[in-house]
């Protein structure tokens, strides 16, 4: 087990060196050092890590043409044939930086029962094995068992009297089961005793009409204090039950309903739990409106399949009904996706958090139990682990959202692809508290932020480069060696001597004196093999600039990503291919890089990402500098990359950006091992 050690709230993140916490230094740029402190993270200014034989050459290319009186070059071409070390460190089999992370903890919900807490020994004793298949569901686990009729119902008897009765009593009277319609309506437009007397004379009409001995209203078939709340979420199934559904309105002043703004029919199809009311009648069936003082003799006839134009957001709702009817089925994922869309356009109660997914649970086969305590993602989330809704959470946390208000529920993505766009590479293995969620199967890697690092590169070997290699880095001994012959053949004015130090000093000349070149030759040119590594720095440089740091010299090898974020841009060039460009092009772009040098904390930042396995650098913005690149999904031939940041006091990754990489990314990746994952870093979702 690790020590317990207590740290400041400051930004932290995990070394892949030893797996320890670290306080979080992020390079940045001249403009951003020299602005005020407004983060939670230290920074420090971006150091050039290039070889220094490589930057020497570079120096000296450079400092020639412009200033040939420069008296440094000579002696750096000299120190330069001095044998160096340029082939940088080869980590990790050739991989990228490890991400050292597991969650040691429980999860709020186990989509396994066997990793729930309730699972777990206590006191040294655990169940047996055969008594621990009979422990008892949690709460956050049990599914709750479907209705198959409904408890009670208003009867009509022989002299046109209602009666509220049992409906099972009912049926051992009578020998045959109980047809009934629903009555649906709103108690806002019927919130007293005396409107909920017209709710059961226009039930009792119904019925009549309908040629059924009973109705279903809510003000008088849920039941007492102990039978409500099952009976609320059983509603669906009596809706489903049911001959057909009457809809009753009101707009009565004394009600609350202003007729100026809307109809009654639209305000009662703004509330929530009016929506699967409509969508579970049975079908190819009208439904009857009646309205409070109309005629009662000539209720509205709408046909269900045309009852979406009552609502304001009838192109999204129509795809729900058609689906009810049978004319235009949805996948399960569709169908969640659709519904909550529709569900959250709607007004609700303050009765539970979870409100709008336990109206959703009506529309599913598999009903979680009601936990009050549960978030509104938290409800959602257990009622999607429940059924098979074609693995919406593992496809949800991919998503990029549009910007940073954007709420859990609101599934657009800032690439504009559909959730059915992206296939999960990874699994949701349980849910976590405060709306966080559990992967597992993930690969991870680390991002480097406190500097760059000497980049280990593989270049093909030539006779030619065998050659220049061996006699550039012998050409300082034999300079040194024809000197001293020189200089002791003048003494003792021995031709030999000076014969043979002026062969090996000319030898020597002729690899010292373009000693630039020859490093040109020997460690550039086209890279075959590379360490993969993660770079980032937080603001913005020109691609140029950023290869000069890491390889010495602009030889090249860096390119714009072409589409890894929102930011990215390309261009076709001549020979028809996709090049990407630089970001700052866009001046929308550039004006975002220039105010986030003055950002304040919570507001957005713009970081640089360099991965040198693919050789992109990649523009993006975030609100923290994140820590790791966890890869869960594939669309459009790329990899969905979360950048996460680390809040270390609940070990939970926090989504900061979404990143779209190259394939091969994976291959030099490690698997991490049970992560836990937020999408939203500043508090639950409401």
Not at 557 to 580: F, R, T, V
Request: charged content about 20%; aromatic content about 10%; overall charge negative.
């Amino acid at each position: 087990m690790q020590r317990a050690e207590e740290f400041d709230p400051n930004d932290y993140y995990l070394s892949p060196t030893d797996g320890h916490l670290a306080k979080l230094y992020v390079q940045c740029t001249q403009e951003i050092f020299d602005a005020d402190s407004n983060s939670t993270w230290r920074r420090t200014y971006i150091r050039n890590r290039s070889p220094l034989m490589l930057r020497a050459a570079n120096w000296v290319l450079e400092s020639i043409p412009n200033d040939r009186e420069a008296s440094g070059s000579e002696v750096a071409a000299m120190v330069m044939t001095y044998p160096l070390n340029v082939s940088g460190e080869v980590r990790n089999g050739g991989k990228y930086d490890v991400f050292p992370y597991k969650f040691w903890g429980y999860p709020y919900h186990a989509r396994n029962f066997r990793d729930d807490k309730q699972a777990a020994i206590k006191g040294g004793r655990g169940p047996s094995q055969s008594s621990s298949l009979q422990m008892s569901v949690p709460p956050t686990k049990a599914i709750a068992e479907r209705s198959i009729e409904p408890m009670f119902l208003c009867f009509l008897n022989e002299r046109d009297e209602v009666e509220i009765c049992d409906v099972q009593k009912w049926k051992r009277e009578h020998g045959k089961a109980a047809k009934y319609v629903f009555v649906s309506y709103t108690s806002e437009q019927f919130p007293s005793d005396e409107d909920q007397l017209l709710l059961h004379d226009i039930g009792l009409h119904a019925a009549k009409m309908a040629k059924v001995p009973a109705y279903w209203v809510g003000c008088a078939c849920l039941g007492d204090e102990t039978q409500l709340e099952e009976n609320v979420l059983r509603i669906s199934d009596v809706i489903r039950g049911s001959c057909g559904v009457v809809i009753v309105v009101s707009n009565n002043a004394k009600s609350g309903v202003n007729s100026s703004e809307e109809s009654p029919l639209q305000q009662w199809g703004s509330r929530v739990w009016t929506l699967p009311e409509v969508l579970l009648s049975p079908k190819n069936e009208s439904i009857l409106v009646y309205s409070r003082g109309g005629d009662i003799e000539r209720p509205e006839k709408i046909e269900k399949r045309n009852f979406a134009t009552v609502w304001a957001d009838a192109p999204v709702a129509r795809q729900l009904i058609d689906h009810f009817e049978g004319s235009l089925i949805l996948s399960p994922m569709e169908l969640s996706t659709i519904a909550l869309r529709c569900l959250y356009s709607r007004q609700k109660g303050d009765y539970l958090k979870g409100d709008m997914s336990y109206a959703l649970m009506g529309l599913m086969r598999k009903r979680p139990t009601i936990v009050a305590s549960d978030s509104a993602f938290q409800a959602f989330a257990r009622l999607s682990l429940a059924n098979d809704s074609d693995m919406l959470l593992e496809r949800l946390i991919c998503i990029q959202p549009k910007s940073q208000e954007q709420a859990w529920y609101d599934m657009d993505d800032q690439f504009g692809v559909s959730l059915s766009d992206i296939y999960p590479t990874t699994q949701i293995c349980g849910i976590g508290e405060d709306d966080t969620v559990l992967i597992d199967g993930a690969y991870a890697a680390a991002i480097r932020w406190k500097s760059f690092a000497h980049v280990a590169t593989l270049v093909k070997d030539s006779w030619r480069r065998f050659f220049l290699r061996y006699a550039f880095r012998t050409s300082s001994y034999w300079f040194i060696v024809g000197v001293s012959l020189l200089a002791e053949g003048a003494t003792l004015q021995s031709s030999p001597y000076i014969g043979i130090g002026a062969i090996l000093l000319t030898f020597a000349l002729l690899f010292l004196l373009p000693s630039p070149y020859l490093i040109r030759i020997l460690y550039t040119g086209k890279i075959w093999g590379i360490q993969p590594w993660f770079f980032g720095f937080e603001g913005y440089m020109d691609i140029s600039t950023i290869e000069r740091h890491i390889f010495g010299a602009d030889m090249g090898h860096l390119k714009w990503s072409p589409a890894g974020s929102s930011l990215s841009i390309h261009e076709e060039n001549d020979y028809h291919e996709c090049i990407g460009q630089d970001p700052t092009m866009i001046p929308e772009t550039a004006e975002r890089v220039r105010q986030a040098v003055h950002a304040q904390m919570g507001q957005e930042r713009i970081f640089t990402l360099v991965d040198t396995n693919t050789l992109t650098v990649t523009l993006f913005a975030a609100v923290r500098p994140p820590v790791a690149v966890v890869l869960c999904g594939s669309e459009g031939g790329m990899q969905r990359a979360l950048l996460c940041s680390y809040e270390w006091s609940t070990q939970t990754l926090y989504r900061e950006s979404v990143l779209r990489m190259e394939t091969p990314v994976q291959e030099k990746m490690s698997r991490v091992g049970r992560l836990r994952f937020g999408f939203k870093r500043d508090g639950r979702f409401s």
